[in-house]
Protein backbone atom coordinates (compact mmCIF):
# COMPACT_ATOMS: atom_id res chain seq x y z
CA UNK A 1 0.00 0.00 0.00
CA UNK A 2 0.52 3.65 -0.11
CA UNK A 3 2.11 4.67 3.27
CA UNK A 4 0.48 8.50 4.35
CA UNK A 5 3.50 10.49 4.27
CA UNK A 6 3.96 10.62 0.69
CA UNK A 7 2.09 12.88 -2.19
CA UNK A 8 0.95 11.00 -4.75
CA UNK A 9 1.29 12.93 -8.63
CA UNK A 10 0.61 11.71 -11.50
CA UNK A 11 1.67 12.41 -15.43
CA UNK A 12 1.09 11.44 -18.74
CA UNK A 13 -2.84 11.06 -18.58
CA UNK A 14 -5.25 13.92 -19.20
CA UNK A 15 -8.35 11.92 -18.17
CA UNK A 16 -8.11 10.61 -14.88
CA UNK A 17 -10.51 8.91 -12.75
CA UNK A 18 -9.85 7.94 -8.82
CA UNK A 19 -9.68 4.54 -7.39
CA UNK A 20 -12.59 4.63 -4.64
CA UNK A 21 -10.01 2.19 -2.58
CA UNK A 22 -6.93 3.98 -2.52
CA UNK A 23 -8.02 7.34 -1.48
CA UNK A 24 -5.75 10.24 -3.46
CA UNK A 25 -4.17 7.74 -5.91
CA UNK A 26 -5.49 8.35 -9.38
CA UNK A 27 -5.29 6.08 -12.28
CA UNK A 28 -5.43 5.83 -15.99
CA UNK A 29 -8.43 6.44 -17.95
CA UNK A 30 -10.86 3.01 -18.62
CA UNK A 31 -10.98 4.69 -22.26
CA UNK A 32 -7.66 4.34 -22.65
CA UNK A 33 -7.22 0.40 -21.93
CA UNK A 34 -7.91 -2.02 -24.22
CA UNK A 35 -10.58 -4.99 -22.72
CA UNK A 36 -9.41 -7.30 -20.27
CA UNK A 37 -5.53 -5.40 -19.95
CA UNK A 38 -4.32 -3.56 -17.19
CA UNK A 39 -2.10 -0.95 -17.09
CA UNK A 40 0.15 0.40 -14.37
CA UNK A 41 -0.05 4.43 -13.75
CA UNK A 42 2.95 6.17 -13.70
CA UNK A 43 3.71 7.23 -10.44
CA UNK A 44 6.07 10.66 -9.26
CA UNK A 45 6.80 10.21 -5.24
CA UNK A 46 7.16 13.41 -3.59
CA UNK A 47 7.94 12.47 -0.22
CA UNK A 48 7.15 15.08 2.91
CA UNK A 49 10.21 15.46 5.00
CA UNK A 50 9.55 15.37 8.67
CA UNK A 51 12.46 15.78 11.62
CA UNK A 52 13.75 13.09 13.20
CA UNK A 53 12.83 12.55 17.02
CA UNK A 54 15.21 11.13 19.44
CA UNK A 55 13.60 9.18 22.27
CA UNK A 56 15.82 9.04 25.60
CA UNK A 57 15.29 5.45 27.04
CA UNK A 58 15.63 4.66 30.67
CA UNK A 59 16.02 0.79 31.83
CA UNK A 60 16.82 1.91 35.37
CA UNK A 61 19.04 -0.72 36.13
CA UNK A 62 20.27 -2.28 39.97
CA UNK A 63 24.04 -0.17 39.93
CA UNK A 64 25.12 -1.90 43.36
CA UNK A 65 26.08 -5.58 42.23
CA UNK A 66 29.03 -6.97 43.60
CA UNK A 67 32.12 -7.26 41.48
CA UNK A 68 31.93 -11.24 41.63
CA UNK A 69 28.38 -11.07 40.57
CA UNK A 70 29.60 -12.87 37.07
CA UNK A 71 31.65 -15.45 39.33
CA UNK A 72 29.09 -16.35 41.67
CA UNK A 73 25.83 -16.19 39.20
CA UNK A 74 24.59 -17.55 36.09
CA UNK A 75 22.46 -15.00 35.03
CA UNK A 76 21.08 -11.61 36.02
CA UNK A 77 17.50 -12.75 35.48
CA UNK A 78 14.73 -14.74 37.54
CA UNK A 79 17.00 -16.19 39.45
CA UNK A 80 18.93 -13.26 41.13
CA UNK A 81 18.45 -13.32 45.46
CA UNK A 82 17.05 -10.81 47.06
CA UNK A 83 19.45 -10.80 49.23
CA UNK A 84 22.00 -8.32 46.47
CA UNK A 85 20.06 -5.38 46.57
CA UNK A 86 21.45 -2.93 49.71
CA UNK A 87 18.79 -1.04 51.29
CA UNK A 88 21.40 1.64 52.20
CA UNK A 89 23.43 2.09 48.90
CA UNK A 90 19.53 2.57 47.03
CA UNK A 91 18.12 4.74 48.93
CA UNK A 92 17.07 7.79 46.83
CA UNK A 93 17.58 5.30 43.98
CA UNK A 94 14.25 6.13 42.11
CA UNK A 95 14.02 9.62 42.52
CA UNK A 96 17.85 9.92 41.12
CA UNK A 97 16.54 8.03 37.60
CA UNK A 98 13.52 10.39 37.77
CA UNK A 99 16.04 13.19 37.78
CA UNK A 100 18.11 11.71 34.99
CA UNK A 101 14.68 11.58 32.80
CA UNK A 102 13.50 15.18 33.38
CA UNK A 103 16.74 16.22 32.43
CA UNK A 104 16.67 14.22 29.19
CA UNK A 105 13.82 16.79 28.50
CA UNK A 106 15.75 19.74 29.13
CA UNK A 107 18.54 18.27 26.66
CA UNK A 108 15.81 18.27 24.60
CA UNK A 109 14.74 14.94 24.03
CA UNK A 110 11.07 14.44 22.22
CA UNK A 111 10.15 11.70 24.27
CA UNK A 112 11.35 9.76 27.43
CA UNK A 113 10.46 5.77 27.27
CA UNK A 114 9.79 3.52 30.24
CA UNK A 115 9.18 -0.21 30.18
CA UNK A 116 7.96 -3.16 32.48
CA UNK A 117 10.59 -5.76 33.53
CA UNK A 118 10.25 -8.17 36.61
CA UNK A 119 12.91 -9.90 38.53
CA UNK A 120 16.41 -8.67 36.96
CA UNK A 121 18.96 -6.80 37.75
CA UNK A 122 19.09 -4.53 34.57
CA UNK A 123 15.16 -3.13 34.69
CA UNK A 124 14.19 -1.99 38.19
CA UNK A 125 10.68 -1.20 36.40
CA UNK A 126 7.88 -3.44 37.36
CA UNK A 127 5.36 -0.93 36.98
CA UNK A 128 6.09 1.97 34.70
CA UNK A 129 3.25 3.62 35.62
CA UNK A 130 4.06 4.87 38.39
CA UNK A 131 7.74 6.28 36.83
CA UNK A 132 5.20 7.87 34.25
CA UNK A 133 2.45 9.59 36.70
CA UNK A 134 5.48 10.81 38.69
CA UNK A 135 7.39 12.24 35.31
CA UNK A 136 3.69 13.88 34.68
CA UNK A 137 4.57 16.26 37.37
CA UNK A 138 8.47 16.89 36.84
CA UNK A 139 7.95 17.68 33.37
CA UNK A 140 6.06 19.77 30.52
CA UNK A 141 6.73 19.02 26.97
CA UNK A 142 8.33 15.65 25.95
CA UNK A 143 6.13 12.49 25.02
CA UNK A 144 5.88 10.04 28.35
CA UNK A 145 6.04 6.51 26.22
CA UNK A 146 5.56 3.45 28.15
CA UNK A 147 6.64 0.18 26.23
CA UNK A 148 4.99 -1.03 27.62
CA UNK A 149 2.54 -2.84 30.30
CA UNK A 150 3.03 -6.84 29.78
CA UNK A 151 -0.81 -7.66 29.57
CA UNK A 152 -0.78 -11.22 29.92
CA UNK A 153 0.42 -10.56 33.87
CA UNK A 154 -2.30 -8.23 34.75
CA UNK A 155 -5.20 -10.01 35.73
CA UNK A 156 -7.66 -7.25 34.03
CA UNK A 157 -6.82 -5.24 31.08
CA UNK A 158 -9.18 -2.50 32.44
CA UNK A 159 -6.91 -1.19 35.32
CA UNK A 160 -4.41 -0.73 32.70
CA UNK A 161 -6.41 1.01 30.30
CA UNK A 162 -8.16 3.43 33.40
CA UNK A 163 -4.20 3.98 34.39
CA UNK A 164 -3.12 5.21 31.34
CA UNK A 165 -6.35 7.61 30.77
CA UNK A 166 -5.11 8.88 34.76
CA UNK A 167 -1.45 9.39 32.86
CA UNK A 168 -2.26 11.31 29.74
CA UNK A 169 -5.35 13.29 31.67
CA UNK A 170 -2.34 13.91 33.84
CA UNK A 171 0.73 14.91 31.42
CA UNK A 172 -1.98 17.00 29.09
CA UNK A 173 -2.01 14.61 26.12
CA UNK A 174 1.23 13.48 26.22
CA UNK A 175 1.29 9.63 26.80
CA UNK A 176 1.84 7.44 24.27
CA UNK A 177 0.44 3.96 25.13
CA UNK A 178 2.56 0.59 24.57
CA UNK A 179 1.13 -2.95 25.29
CA UNK A 180 3.67 -5.82 25.37
CA UNK A 181 3.42 -9.99 25.16
CA UNK A 182 6.56 -10.05 28.13
CA UNK A 183 9.61 -12.01 27.89
CA UNK A 184 10.10 -15.52 28.81
CA UNK A 185 11.45 -14.81 31.95
CA UNK A 186 8.42 -12.60 32.81
CA UNK A 187 6.29 -15.54 32.13
CA UNK A 188 8.17 -17.78 34.12
CA UNK A 189 8.07 -15.46 36.95
CA UNK A 190 4.09 -14.99 37.03
CA UNK A 191 3.59 -19.00 36.08
CA UNK A 192 1.77 -17.87 32.92
CA UNK A 193 2.98 -20.46 29.52
CA UNK A 194 3.85 -18.86 26.52
CA UNK A 195 1.33 -19.88 24.13
CA UNK A 196 -1.45 -18.93 27.10
CA UNK A 197 0.42 -15.50 27.52
CA UNK A 198 0.12 -14.26 23.83
CA UNK A 199 -3.49 -15.68 23.32
CA UNK A 200 -4.17 -13.49 26.89
CA UNK A 201 -2.68 -10.57 25.05
CA UNK A 202 -4.64 -10.21 21.86
CA UNK A 203 -7.93 -10.74 23.93
CA UNK A 204 -6.96 -8.25 26.49
CA UNK A 205 -5.67 -5.78 23.29
CA UNK A 206 -9.31 -6.45 22.09
Given at each position: ????NYTILLTG ?22 PGAYREPL ?101 LVVLGNLL ?55
Amino acid sequence: GLQPNYTILLTGASEWWENPNARGVRRWPESTMRPGAYREPLIKREKKMHPVQLFCWHFMAYPHLPKDFDEKYDTGWVTVPNTLWDREKTRGLYQEYIDQLVYGEELGFDGLVLNEHHQNIYGLMPSPNIIAAALTQRTKRAKLVVLGNLLPLHLNPLRIAEEYAMIDSMSDGRLIAGFAVGGGPEAFNYDIPQPQARTQYWEAID
